[in-house]
Structure formats: C-alpha cells, structure tokens
C-alpha cells in the first residue's frame, strides 16, 4: 500500500543542477523520517540527505553538505533533493526511503522499511 516513487534522474555536465523528486503515497508520513540513499554498481547503500516530516529538521552526508538541500511539500506528500555542482562522483542510482523516526537520525539502510525503485543520475565530465 505504502508507494515511493521517484523522479527527475538524467544527464548532466560536470558543475550542473539536478532536482529529484520523491511523491509519496498510502499513509500519512507525520511521524516519519524520509531520506535519500544512494548507490553504485557494486557498491554497498550509502545515505545521502534525511527530513523529518513534521519539523522538517534535516541532515547531511559530509560528502555533499554544501551542495545538495532536501525539502518537502507536505500538501502534495513529496520529498525533493535539489542537488547543486555536480562532479562525476555524484554518478549513481538514487532511493528514497522511509522509517518511523527515532530520538536519532537513522543512517543504516537496514532501518528503513519503505523505498522506491530508483532514478538515474549521470554527470558527464
């Protein structure tokens, strides 16, 4: 019942701008963290970005602090990651997820139940 469903994923050059968007569906996320993962070919889930629903609080892998904002549009139940000076590394499949919040940001993948199929991000160089 519960759907994440991501898009916005494409091409870009190196020092570009891509936003994502993650619409979100089957229940109400009040009391929900929602977060982007990200991971490449052989690689293990690495986390990204997190925003709590109802405070909108939000957190940040050191790897992309600076460059990347994650926000939400309550009324339309969508979480988005605009994502700012793109390099080549930022080059990987990207999820988002969803887990009932705790007294902690959860970074493990393990801790959230809820994820969407993925979209596509490549920065050319």
């Known amino acids: 019942q519960v759907q994440l469903v991501e898009s916005g994923g494409g091409l870009v050059q190196a020092g570009g701008s891509l936003r994502l968007s993650c619409a979100a569906s089957?229940?109400?996320?009040?009391?929900?963290?929602m977060c982007w993962f990200r991971q490449a070919p052989g690689k293990g889930r690495e986390f990204v970005a997190a925003?709590?629903?109802?405070?909108?609080?939000?957190y940040y892998a050191d790897s992309v602090k600076g460059r990347f904002t994650i926000s939400r549009d309550n009324a339309n139940n969508t979480v988005y990651l605009q994502m700012n000076s793109l390099n080549p590394d930022d080059t990987t499949v990207y999820y988002c997820?969803?887990?009932?919040?705790?007294?902690?940001?959860?970074?493990?993948?393990?801790?959230?139940?809820?994820w969407g199929q993925g979209t596509q991000v490549t920065v050319s160089s």
């Open positions: 089957g229940r109400t996320f009040s009391g929900y963290t």
């Open positions: 997820a969803a887990s009932l919040y705790g007294s902690t940001w959860y970074l493990s993948p393990e801790m959230y139940a809820y």
């Open positions: 925003i709590r629903w109802s405070g909108g609080s939000t």
